[in-house]
């Protein structure tokens, strides 16, 4: 037994030397391991007469075990599983530079992070908060503007925090406003934006705004989904699967108004055509831009459609409805977590499209199209 | 003549398309009997092809869904899955065993797919080998020629006129 203990320290000498036996009737070990220039302490304990790693076990420092807290499980079966020592210090080195590594960049907060931010939250009024995430790491603040029109703006907050300051922004139109701004405390943040972005700066994109609004509200908007105060691009439909996608310009909002059509060429060119012959009765100023683009393609856009959001549960994965040629939906997948209905039809004529189907007499043997669990079905008389 | 199951499909397929496209795509049937549709995808962000809109012709077979669509590219691109004119080289437009093609797919996951592929290429199941060899061993000698081909074919030109 002592034979293989100094033969495995002398064997790991050159990568761990700092590794010795502490017991003389147990074959156990203490020692240190260096990983990104940290010593930690551990100790190994192996099964009495045996020579192998079986059934041995680590313990380690707090500090070690806090580095390797869930991962325990991983280790100990690569610990039985490994040949040698080397074998296993090798990759409890290389786990352990990882986890190093990824604990660097996740710092705990400073020693008065929570106080301040709770203290400026007080101040501002806990009513302008409007989310946060569970780690009081970022935060968006909403704020209103001149015209009523509220803003959100989004605060990151630095670990070292309120030494470092905090990085702000805003959803502005123009790229250089969207740009972070560096704040000392929430409470300049919040008086900066009201105050001199809302209220000033921001006064040349209420127009815009007001602009979008109309749109939004008058319109079946498909992009974005969900509109932010920089998106300047809105697509709305028009009907017969066409859409208009119309782009402002935040510097110059009543100048280059840039649009562009989507849809089949023959519903297309007739409102191109429409909107060459009555372009010059783009005056009126009075209007919104969404009137003025009625006007010149002669039409109203349709306002929001609610779809008909038929249950697709109960339809039929493959054909998409409900009824088929008189039949409903009589089958599904056996696996309770997707139990897909389909048509006993369509899932036959899918199955027999591929050649990975095996057929027993009229039945057939596959895979559910969704979750790829067995599936079979019956030949249908269709 | 296409089979039972065609048009409710299509249907229900338009209704997604028109209602809840994917992100940064346009896609349109082109005749009326729904076999053809045109689809115009905005380039993916952070990928050469950011800021081209790039078209994309899909054919719909007569036994769809049980055989996935056709998708060829209409604008040129410089992508290691695509080829000279336009063949796309991407699993799910293929039929089993070669292809992973599911009658649970449908055009617009399909389009989404190619939105990946477009911002991920995959050098390793090329269709143009040499493209492919420079992606992996000269990535910005390969971002730069992508970059051009997007300036030089897919910037369409857009309607602009002062208010």
């Given at each position: 037994?002592?034979?293989?203990?100094?033969?495995?320290?002398?064997m790991?000498?050159?990568?761990?030397?700092?590794?010795?036996?502490s017991?003389?009737?147990?074959?156990?070990?203490?020692?240190?391991?260096?990983?990104?220039?940290?010593?930690?302490?551990f100790?190994i304990?192996?099964?009495n007469?045996s020579?192998?790693?079986?059934?041995?076990k680590?313990?380690?420092?707090?500090?070690?075990k806090?580095?390797?807290?869930?991962?325990?499980?991983a280790?100990?079966?690569?610990?039985?599983?490994?040949?040698?020592?080397?074998?296993?210090?090798?990759?409890l080195?290389?786990?352990?530079?990882?986890?190093?590594?990824?604990?660097?960049?996740?710092?705990?907060p400073?020693?008065?992070?929570?106080?301040?931010?709770?203290?400026?939250?007080?101040?501002?009024?806990?009513?302008?908060?409007?989310?946060?995430?569970?780690?009081?790491?970022?935060l968006?603040?909403?704020?209103?503007?001149?015209?009523?029109?509220?803003?959100s703006?989004f605060?990151s907050?630095?670990?070292?925090?309120?030494?470092?300051?905090?990085?702000?922004?805003?959803?502005?139109?123009?790229?250089?406003?969207?740009?972070?701004?560096?704040?000392?405390?929430?409470?300049?943040?919040?008086s900066?934006?009201?105050?001199?972005?809302?209220?000033k700066?921001?006064?040349?994109?209420?127009?815009?705004?007001?602009?979008l609004?109309?749109?939004?509200?008058?319109?079946?908007?498909?992009?974005?989904?969900?509109?932010?105060?920089s998106?300047?691009?809105?697509?709305?439909?028009?009907?017969?699967h066409?859409?208009?996608?119309?782009?402002?310009?935040a510097?110059y909002?009543k100048?280059?108004?840039?649009?562009?059509?989507f849809?089949t060429?023959?519903?297309?060119?007739?409102?191109?055509?429409k909107?060459?012959?009555n372009?010059?009765?783009?005056?009126n100023?009075?209007?919104?831009?969404?009137?003025?683009f009625?006007?010149?393609l002669?039409?109203t856009?349709?306002?929001?459609?609610?779809?008909?959001?038929?249950?697709?549960?109960?339809?039929?994965g493959?054909?998409?409805?409900y009824?088929?040629?008189?039949?409903?939906p009589?089958?599904s997948c056996?696996?309770?977590k997707?139990?897909?209905?389909?048509?006993?039809?369509?899932l036959?004529?899918w199955l027999?499209?591929?050649p990975?189907?095996?057929?027993?007499?009229?039945?057939?043997f596959?895979?559910?199209?969704?979750c790829?669990?067995?599936?079979?079905?019956?030949?249908?008389?269709? | 003549?296409?089979?039972?199951y065609?048009?409710?499909?299509?249907?229900?397929?338009?209704?997604?398309?028109?209602?809840?496209?994917?992100?940064?795509?346009?896609c349109?049937?082109v005749?009326?009997?729904?076999?053809?549709?045109?689809?115009?995808?905005?380039?993916?962000k952070?990928?050469?092809?950011?800021?081209?809109?790039?078209?994309?012709?899909?054919?719909?077979?007569?036994?769809?869904?049980?055989?996935p669509?056709?998708?060829?590219?209409i604008?040129?691109?410089?992508?290691?899955?695509?080829?000279?004119?336009?063949?796309?080289?991407l699993?799910?437009?293929?039929?089993?065993?070669?292809?992973?093609?599911?009658?649970?797919?449908?055009i617009?996951?399909?389009?989404?797919?190619l939105?990946i592929?477009?911002?991920?290429?995959?050098?390793?199941?090329?269709?143009?080998?040499?493209?492919?060899?420079?992606?992996?061993?000269?990535?910005?000698l390969f971002?730069?020629?992508?970059?051009?081909?997007?300036?030089k074919?897919?910037?369409?030109?857009?309607?602009?006129?002062?208010?």
């Open positions: 037994m002592k034979y293989t203990i100094i033969q495995i320290i002398l790991d000498a050159k990568n761990f030397p700092l590794l010795v036996p017991d003389v009737d147990e074959p156990s070990y203490c020692g240190f391991i260096t990983v990104k220039g940290q010593e930690l302490a100790q304990k192996l099964e007469n020579t192998g790693l079986k059934n041995a680590l313990y380690g420092s707090p500090k070690l806090r580095l390797i807290f869930g991962h325990e499980k280790l100990q079966q690569r610990l039985e599983q490994c040949a040698s020592f080397s074998e296993f210090f090798v990759d080195k290389d786990l352990l530079e990882l986890l190093m590594t990824k604990e660097k960049t996740d710092p705990s400073c020693e008065n992070y929570y106080s301040t931010l709770i203290n400026e939250l007080n101040s501002i009024g806990w009513d302008k908060l409007e989310a946060f995430n569970p780690s009081l790491k970022n968006s603040l909403k704020l209103n503007d001149s015209s009523g029109r509220q803003h703006i605060v907050l630095p670990f070292s925090y309120p030494q470092t300051p905090l990085i702000v922004h805003a959803e502005l139109p123009t790229p250089s406003s969207t740009t972070s701004n560096h704040m000392a405390s929430l409470k300049d943040a919040v900066f934006y009201s105050k001199v972005s809302l209220d700066e921001l006064e040349k994109f209420q127009y815009v705004w007001s602009m609004d109309d749109i939004d509200a008058h319109t079946w908007v498909l992009e974005p989904c969900k509109p932010k105060r998106d300047l691009i809105r697509r709305i439909a028009l009907g017969n066409c859409s208009l996608q119309i782009e402002l310009d510097s909002p100048g280059e108004c840039q649009y562009r059509l849809g060429e023959s519903l297309i060119s007739p409102l191109r055509e909107i060459i012959k372009w010059n009765t783009w005056l100023f009075d209007l919104t831009i969404r009137q003025n009625e006007n010149i002669e039409i856009f349709p306002s929001t459609q609610t779809i008909s959001t038929s249950d697709i549960n109960i339809e039929c493959i054909c998409y409805s009824r088929h040629e008189d039949s409903l009589d089958q056996n696996n309770a997707c139990g897909q209905p389909f048509h006993r039809s369509c036959y004529e027999r499209s591929i990975s189907t095996k057929q027993s007499f009229n039945t057939f596959g895979n559910c199209p969704y790829n669990d067995a599936i079979t079905t019956t030949i249908c008389d269709q | 003549m296409s089979s039972s065609f048009l409710p499909r299509m249907k229900r397929e338009l209704e997604i398309l028109e209602h809840d496209p994917p992100p940064g795509v346009v349109y049937p005749d009326s009997n729904l076999t053809r549709f045109c689809a115009q995808i905005k380039g993916p952070d990928s050469p092809y950011e800021d081209g809109m790039f078209k994309v012709d899909v054919q719909i077979p007569a036994r769809y869904p049980m055989e669509p056709r998708m060829q590219f604008t040129p691109i410089y992508h290691p899955n695509v080829d000279d004119v336009g063949r796309i080289c699993d799910i437009l293929k039929m089993p065993p070669n292809g992973s093609w599911k009658p649970s797919l449908n617009s996951t399909t389009l989404t797919s939105i592929l477009m911002a991920d290429p995959n050098p390793d199941d090329p269709l143009l080998v040499e493209i492919a060899s420079e992606f992996k061993e000269n990535r910005s971002l730069q020629k992508a970059k051009d081909a997007t300036l074919y897919a910037m369409e030109e857009k309607d602009s006129s002062a208010q």
